[in-house]
């Protein structure tokens, strides 16, 4: 039996990642805090360093245990959304919140303390002179860079979660809805498990196309941050085999374990926040399913 297996845990993944047998997993599926988006309101929590650049290192960090515990075959998916640089941040002990969209909307400066305002020095000390409001940072980019690179991983491919119901948002004035996330596909090894029937019609052997439009699914959990099941029913599908082990080391309410259950696979979740390891725990014990058969045809577009 692999250790943890069947398992969602309390903690901090820096160090419960440690602790899992090398070689044992088969398939993570995981989505780390944004930078500057939330505040989950835990000490040790990802997402809310100060510079931003720090928070890509961290995230590394963490990405190079995942491989350490990854089966030469296995695969990473991370679903991830970039920021914008912004004017302000705001505070809470040490934490930095960014605005999310590069603007001031709906914040009256004089709300803000003049400590909480992105410091004006920061291009010069980071050495960036773009470093300005509303500039995208690329932060996935950067990560991916840094794990090719530093880390040997293969990137395999960068996979669109498109929100066909995101929000038109009607209070932006000089840019598009954003509507999309990356999926980062991520492998040990140039040769890794798939089963191509996932995503192939049968009939006619098209593939389905890399930009996935998949609904975003209402929470009831009060998680603001969850990724629909259906997104996590077609990557267990085409990446883990039977009776697999898929690990999600920033949990949350457990929508990656709930579905990993349904699917028939044994299932490890961490997670720092209490009141998300307790809503992980309970949604995975009253067996909350899956649409069924592990097939997303419903988001499968041949044509
Ligand atoms: C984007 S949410 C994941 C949501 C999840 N996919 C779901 O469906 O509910 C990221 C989660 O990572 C957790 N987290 C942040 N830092 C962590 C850390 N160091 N170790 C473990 N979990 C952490 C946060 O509490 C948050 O619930």
């Known amino acids: 039996m692999t250790k943890y297996e069947n398992s969602?845990?309390?903690?901090?993944?820096?160090l419960l990642l440690k602790d899992l047998d090398d070689d044992s997993i088969d398939l993570c599926i995981t989505s780390p805090p944004y930078w500057g988006c939330r505040d989950y309101g835990t000490d040790g929590q990802i997402g809310i360093e100060q510079n931003p650049f720090t928070y890509v290192d961290e995230l590394a960090k963490i990405f190079a245990l995942v491989k350490a515990k990854l089966k030469p075959d296995g695969n990473v998916f991370v679903?991830?959304?970039?920021?914008w640089v912004s004017n302000w941040t705001r505070c809470r002990k040490n934490t930095w919140i960014s605005s999310k969209d590069g603007d001031d909307e709906g914040i009256s400066n004089e709300d803000i303390?003049?400590?909480?305002?992105?410091q004006k020095n920061w291009p010069k000390t980071l050495g960036m002179d773009w470093f300005k409001a509303k500039q995208k940072m690329l932060l996935p980019e950067r990560l991916v860079i840094k794990m090719q690179e530093e880390q040997s991983w293969f990137f395999r491919e960068k996979l669109i979660?498109?929100?066909?119901?995101?929000?038109?948002y009607t209070n932006i004035h000089d840019r598009f809805a954003h509507a999309y996330e990356y999926v980062l596909h991520f492998t040990k090894s140039q040769y890794y498990f798939v089963n191509m029937a996932a995503i192939k019609d049968p009939e006619t052997g098209k593939l389905q196309r890399d930009?996935?439009?998949?609904?975003?699914?209402?929470?009831?959990?009060?998680?603001?941050?969850?990724?629909?099941k259906a997104l996590v029913?077609?990557?267990?599908?085409?990446?883990?085999?039977?009776?697999?082990?898929?690990?999600?080391?920033?949990?949350?309410?457990?929508?990656?374990?709930?579905?990993?259950?349904?699917?028939?696979?044994?299932?490890?979740g961490f997670e720092l926040s209490?009141?998300?390891h307790k809503i992980a725990v309970e949604r995975v014990a009253s067996g909350e399913g899956v649409r069924g058969s592990g097939k997303n045809t419903s988001l499968l577009e041949w044509a």
């Open 8 to 14: 969602i845990l309390l903690g901090d993944c820096r």
């Open 79 to 83: 679903i991830i959304d970039d920021v």
């Open 113 to 118: 303390p003049d400590k909480c305002k992105i």
């Open 161 to 168: 979660w498109f929100k066909p119901n995101a929000g038109n």
């Open 211 to 228: 930009v996935l439009p998949i609904p975003i699914e209402r929470s009831k959990s009060e998680h603001s941050a969850v990724f629909p």
């Open 233 to 268: 029913e077609l990557l267990i599908d085409f990446s883990c085999p039977a009776n697999g082990i898929v690990l999600d080391p920033f949990c949350g309410t457990g929508t990656t374990l709930v579905v990993a259950r349904a699917m028939k696979r044994r299932y490890i």
């Open 274 to 276: 209490e009141a998300y």
